[in-house]
């Protein structure tokens, strides 16, 4: 069982940047896929990006790509997504998923999810 628990989201003006960490339990987290999705209110879970067990990387390249870049630190545990240039459409609760499948780029191929951290973007 592996518990998920993200922070740093919170508010911030259009242009400017966050960075989203997701601590993982677990003492496998280096074989892991992690994924970032997000959800804004009344849309489906969206994609973010996404970091394999072998650092395989890959981003929802019409939304972030160039903006968001995701890293993994495996002594820590935990995932990163940093966020700059942020638009008033990345307005989303940000949620961290994994798999212990080694590739988490779907929500179907993660069992494991966070609980969200909201991140707004005003204009």
């Known amino acids: 069982q592996v518990q998920l628990v993200e922070s740093g989201g919170g508010l911030v003006q259009a242009g400017g940047s966050l960075r989203l960490s997701c601590a993982a339990s677990?003492?496998?987290?280096?074989?892991?896929?992690m994924g970032w999705f997000r959800q804004a209110p009344g849309k489906e879970r969206e994609f973010v990006a996404a970091?394999?067990?072998?650092?395989?990387?890959?981003y929802n390249a019409d939304s972030v790509k160039g903006r968001f870049t995701i890293s993994r630190d495996n002594a820590k545990n935990t995932v990163y997504l940093q966020m700059n240039s942020l638009k008033p459409e990345d307005t989303a609760v940000y949620y961290c998923?994994?798999?212990?499948?080694?590739?988490?780029?779907?929500?179907?191929?993660?069992?494991?999810w966070g609980q969200g951290t909201q991140v707004t973007v005003s204009s």
């Open positions: 998923a994994a798999s212990s499948g080694g590739n988490c780029a779907r929500p179907r191929m993660c069992e494991y």
């Open positions: 677990g003492r496998t987290f280096s074989s892991y896929g």
């Open positions: 970091i394999s067990w072998s650092d395989i990387i890959t």
